[in-house]
T-cell receptor, first 118, second 115 residues
Framework: GAVVSQHPSRVICKSGTSVKIECRSL??????MFWYRQFPKQSLMLMAT?????????EQGVEKDKFLINHASLTLSTLTVTSAHPEDSSFYICSAIRGAGDSNQPQHFGDGTRLSIL | AQKITQTQPGMFVQEKEAVTLDCTYD???????LFWYKQPSSGEMIFLIY??????QNATEGRYSLNFQKARKSANLVISASQLGDSAMYFCAMREGLKGNQFYFGTGTSLTVIP
């Protein structure tokens, strides 16, 4: 069964709306979670690394004030797309790593969120 | 240089045949992990198989096996007895170091299984 839950799976909203996406690790504690963005027929693009109890580490070119990440507990990270515009429409997917971060542990992914801004 | 290279944007295979998806990687670390993921059209990323840099035997998981050639820095995924449900995007990924957190993903290969 799924070990990472992502909600909602699909969002359609008007331009200017802020959208919150939740990512939960269901049966393990995740000190680190990742947020990706994926354009059609392309690979995953890492947006930021979410660290429990500290600020997220953003990749170059990702606006921190636009994509707010909060990792308030060991099982929950949230991504808020603030004042979303049509260009923010995309597929967003989160992941978490089980354990202390050994190199043999895979990232477990949520099912993703399809965000459409009208 | 790209950390992970997948040179096949699209592949076709006849149902019940085997198919190999190529992946080469670039790292100077001695310890690293290699992963393959499947992404169906519905979007979820499904973990398929893992190979550690120190593993001497090729990893296998059911119909999936990994052809690991360390000297060539390649980690090709072999899918045996292809099924229609195998049609999807396949991504190769690498994680460097003993405690490294960042994954590097390839550009993916779109596999289509023909009935």
């Amino acid at each position: 069964g799924a070990v990472v839950s992502q909600h909602p799976s699909r969002v359609i909203c008007k331009s200017g709306t802020s959208v919150k996406i939740e990512c939960r690790s269901l049966d393990f504690q995740a000190t680190t979670m990742f947020w990706y963005r994926q354009f059609p027929k392309q690979s995953l693009m890492l947006m930021a690394t979410s660290n429990e109890g500290s600020k997220a580490t953003y990749e170059q070119g990702v606006e921190k004030d636009k994509f707010l990440i909060n990792h308030a507990s060991l099982t929950l990270s949230t991504l808020t797309v603030t004042s979303a515009h049509p260009e923010d429409s995309s597929f967003y997917i989160c992941s978490a790593i089980r354990g202390a971060g050994d190199s043999n542990q895979p990232q477990h992914f949520g099912d993703g969120t399809r965000l459409s801004i009208l | 240089a790209q950390k992970i290279t997948q040179t096949q944007p699209g592949m076709f295979v006849q149902e019940k045949e085997a198919v190999t998806l190529d992946c080469t990687y670039d790292t100077s670390d001695q310890s690293y992990g290699l992963f393959w993921y499947k992404q169906p059209s519905s979007g979820e990323m499904i973990f398929l198989i893992y190979q550690g840099s120190y593993d001497e035997q090729n990893a296998t998981e059911g119909r999936y096996s990994l052809n690991f050639q360390k000297a060539r820095k390649s980690a090709n995924l072999v899918i045996s007895a292809s099924q229609l449900g195998d049609s999807a995007m396949y991504f190769c990924a690498m994680r460097e170091g003993l405690k490294g957190n960042q994954f590097y993903f390839g550009t993916g290969t779109s596999l289509t299984v023909i009935p």
